[in-house]
């Protein structure tokens, strides 16, 4: 039974401005970290979080003194969409449907709603992709060193480049996606939605990298992911026998995690409300089977990306993606 408006009033609201100081310079983006901002309160050094973010309608639970184990932020940006652009409206689609599903996992034990966390807004808006990555590893590297989770909200698949590049070299990363996201260019983008993971491999190496759900690619993204040894369970081979056995053999390897969820990884049944869907997905019993096969591990980070509303009529997308945000928030705070 979803949640009454009255039940989730304490989960989902419009957060106030923070309070700045008279004289708040509003073109903060273009200050570096650590810069003083001068007022007539006074100087005051901003963060990475009040130079690229911006206040949203955010979810909010009551800390009561503890500290979050997760920060949240939205990424809406989706300038390299090549086929139906509206994910740069999944951040804040995903916090309301978020306070109407229920989030309670009872394999786990643990109610989303207790768990302290902090809703720190939206990314800013950026112009290209390269300036999007870079704002997102400057706060996703300064929210690791306080010592907090970084929960992201996508927005394009493109982000998980920046969010990963500010990971300590003993994470791994974790895709599930229906594309390898592995071309060397898409429409001129070096850098973009399909080619994120090429860019990323090239940085730190296939080793690090686990890839679940796969059914879409180029015969040479295929080529590259077999000559490399990517670490795969393709689309196909979930729901036999064995995938699971399998999918736990593959997270012994890692000693922290960093968990990228492409929503598009599901059945377009399941999940209809991506920019980019592919026929024969997995469904969303097995998206979840495999999330809690994660129980007690370390998840250093995760994004939920490529939700789409603008082709979500129903509301179902949405929130099935809340649903599965709740259950990584609910992951990092069995181990937090």
């Not at 012994?252 to 209809?272: F, G, H, I, K, W």
Request: a negative charge.
């Amino acid at each position: 039974m979803a949640r009454s408006a009255e039940d989730s009033a304490g989960r989902f609201r419009g957060r106030p401005e923070p309070i700045r100081g008279e004289g708040w310079v509003t073109s903060c983006s273009k200050l570096n970290k650590g810069q003083k901002e001068h007022t007539r309160g006074g100087p005051t050094e901003l963060s990475y979080a009040d130079l690229f973010l911006t206040p949203e309608p955010a979810i909010t639970h009551r800390l009561q003194g503890r500290a979050p184990v997760a920060k949240v932020f939205g990424v809406p940006y989706d300038a390299t969409s090549s086929y139906r652009p509206g994910c740069r409206f999944g951040p804040n689609a995903l916090r309301e449907a978020f306070m109407k599903v229920e989030v309670y996992e009872p394999d786990l034990g643990v109610d989303a709603e207790e768990l302290p966390i902090e809703d720190m807004g939206n990314l800013q808006g950026t112009s290209t992709p390269e300036e999007m990555v870079d704002s997102v590893s400057k706060v996703v590297e300064e929210v690791a060193s306080e010592g907090f989770v970084p929960a992201i909200i996508g927005g394009e698949h493109t982000l998980t480049y920046g969010a990963f590049s500010a990971m300590p070299s003993d994470c791994h990363l974790l895709v599930f996606d229906a594309h390898l996201d592995l071309r060397p260019e898409l429409y001129g983008w070096r850098l973009g939605h399909a080619t994120f993971l090429r860019r990323l491999t090239e940085k730190v190496g296939f080793e690090r990298v686990i890839h679940v759900g796969s059914r879409s690619a180029s015969k040479d993204e295929w080529s590259l992911a077999k000559s490399e040894g990517l670490k795969m369970i393709l689309s196909r081979e979930v729901g036999r026998s064995k995938y699971m056995d399998e999918f736990r053999y593959l997270m012994t390897m890692p000693s922290r995690l960093y968990v990228s969820l492409d929503l598009d990884v599901l059945d377009p049944a399941y999940m209809p409300g991506v920019g980019n869907p592919e026929p024969g997905g997995i469904s969303s019993k097995e998206l979840l089977n495999m999330l809690l096969a994660l129980k007690g591990m370390d998840i250093v980070g995760f994004d939920v990306v490529e939700l789409n509303p603008m082709v979500d009529p129903y509301g179902t997308s949405s929130a099935t993606a809340a649903k599965l945000f709740s259950v990584l928030l609910s992951l990092v705070g069995l181990t937090k």
